[in-house]
Structures are given as C-alpha cells and as structure tokens.
C-alpha cells in the first residue's frame, strides 16, 4: 500500500507521538501495525519479549523478511540466543529507537503482546534490585512450591496476581523479598500513576481467537519448529532460563528428550498458547491506560487501522491543542 504523501509530510513537523498496539497472541496485531505503518510513514518497534533473540523465529512468529522489507523493524534479533534480556534494556532500547525514529519525521508504532514491556517504556520498572546471581542460583535450586508458600506468607498480593506456573517469574519476586524485606508488589507501586499514552488493544471473541491460535501453531510446526529448536539446542538455548519459556519451545524441547509425542506436543503447544493469550487480556484489563479494540471475526486489517488510526489522530489533535 502506498504511503499518503500528505500524511508522510505532515509527520515532519513536531514529533510524532508514538501509536501502542497490543493484544495477545494470534490477535491479528502485526498485519495491523503493517497498514498503520504504510498509512502514517511509520516504524514498527518489536514489544515482544522473544522476538529480541536470534534464531527464535518460528515459534515466535517474527515477522517476515517481506514484512521487514516493506516496514523498517525494531528491537527484532537484538541479542544471541544465550544472552540475557529484560525489561529494563529494552525499555532503554526502545526509547532510543523511538527518538531515532521521530528524528526521521516518521511515526513510531510499538506493537508486540508483552505487557511489561510496556509498561516498562511508558512508566519504568520502579525500584527493584537488580539480580543477585549467588542468590538467584539458590532460589533456582530451590522447589518451586517451597517459593510459592514462601511468597503467599510474605507477599500474598503478589501470589495473587503472579503466573504461579512460571518459575522465572516466581523466583525474582522471592528474589526482591530476601533482597529488600519489602513485598515485590510494593516496589512496583509507583506503576499506578496512569501513562500519558493509551494502549489501543485488538479483542476478538474467545471461540474466534482460540481458533486463530491453533491455526498459527499448526503453521509453526508444519514451517519447521520442530528443526529449529534441535538448531537452538546447539546454540545453546537451555542456558538461558528466559529465553527457554518462549511458548513452543519448552515443549518441543521436552519433546526431543522423549516425554511425549509429536502429535501430543502440537496439542499441548496449542492449549499453552491460549492460556498465554487468556493471562495477556487479563493482564491487559489491569492497566488505566487501555483502549480496546473489538475486533470482528472478518474484519480485514485495513478496517482495524482505519479504525485505531483515526483513535490515534483524534487523540494527538487534542493533546496538541492542549499544549498549544
């Protein structure tokens, strides 16, 4: 699709301000951001956790060498498969990339599902420590349900709210316990103030959305998931405790060691993802700075950015007026 020119020329005046695009996985968020780039004479910045790492790119469903081609793309093959990456770094990346991006008179589009993500460029992390790596070897060693009582006594808002079957996740809020003696939910309380940016979020009905899910992880396993995991083993992917919760590739790695099927494995893949996608809305219908966007079942991409478009103009007309 052909940039507008008079968009495109408009866009070189004050900077634009940035579009955030979310929803969880399968929502139909990339081919969206696609049109809104070609539309608005945007860049796509990756809001994705897993995205950042080479060779994850089926499972991960990065986008396509056309896609890229067509749309310049950021924080995409970032680091090694082996390297570590949080929050915080990409955070700091994706406000460089935003900057780079305006200076072009081009409008930053950051798209992906990791809602921390976001809220770590729009917001910050608060104060929490960095990792104690003598500790964390500890907690690590440690059974996950010794670290679950522990954070129900300790920090039962957090036990509440946490992916209690992840235990990355489970270990650094332990971590933050021991290292601070203060609840992990309470070094993130300055995350209430509301950004100043909305989060326009794709919703599709459950049964549609399910359905779309297991469409992709067909797709995954028929383009060579499967080889590419044997791949990243070499590479060295089971050293890297983040990078080893990508969805798909736990399970086909367990897969390769024997604990199940092939076919076992495609419907374990397919009922993981919807849970995943579940957490994500749910994670999403926490946070004050949301718009949805309820999505039909045909409704093509181009209609879904027509609609988040003029959201976007409408909003960035009144902040302009507002700081006139």
């Not at 969206?32 to 991960?60: C, F, K, N, P």
């Not at 790695?253 to 099927?261: C, K, N, Q, Y």
Request: charged letters at 25%; proline letters at 8%.
């Amino acid at each position: 699709m052909p940039t507008t020119p008079s968009i495109r020329s408009a866009s070189a005046n004050p900077p634009a301000r940035p579009l955030l695009l979310a929803g969880p996985t399968a929502s139909g968020k990339s081919e969206v951001a696609l049109v809104l780039a070609d539309t608005l004479g945007g860049e796509i910045v990756s809001v994705d956790s897993m995205q950042v790492y080479r060779g994850l790119d089926i499972g991960t469903d990065k986008p396509s060498p056309e896609a890229r081609a067509r749309v310049p793309h950021h924080l995409i093959d970032v680091v090694e498969v082996t390297e570590p990456f949080d929050a915080a770094k990409f955070a700091t990346l994706a406000r460089q990339a935003v900057t780079e991006i305006q200076s072009r008179g081009h409008v930053p589009i950051l798209c992906g599902g990791t809602g921390l993500y976001f809220r770590a460029f729009l917001t910050g992390l608060g104060e929490a420590p960095p990792p104690d790596p003598k500790l964390r070897a500890e907690l690590e060693a440690t059974p996950l349900a010794e670290l679950l009582r522990e954070l129900q006594q300790r920090d039962p808002a957090t036990f509440e709210r946490i992916d209690r079957s992840n235990p990355r996740r489970v270990v650094r809020a332990v971590e933050v316990l021991r290292l601070t003696g203060k609840p992990f939910s309470a070094q993130r309380a300055d995350w209430r103030e509301p950004p100043s940016e909305p989060i326009y979020v794709l919703r599709r009905a459950p049964e549609g959305l399910r359905a779309r899910i297991e469409a992709r992880v067909e797709r995954m396993f028929a383009a060579g998931l499967v080889e590419e995991t044997r791949r990243l083993l070499e590479r060295g992917l089971e050293r890297n405790r983040t990078a080893m919760q990508a969805l798909g590739y736990r399970q086909v790695v367990e897969h390769l060691r024997g604990a199940r099927s092939l076919a076992e494995t495609v419907e374990q893949v397919k009922t993981r993802t919807w849970q995943f996608a579940r957490r994500q809305l749910t994670w999403f219908r926490r946070q004050p700075n949301v718009e949805w966007v309820d999505v039909a079942a045909d409704e093509p991409a181009e209609a879904i950015a027509a609609r988040i478009h003029r959201l976007w103009a409408n909003r960035s007309r009144s902040h302009s007026t507002s700081h006139a």
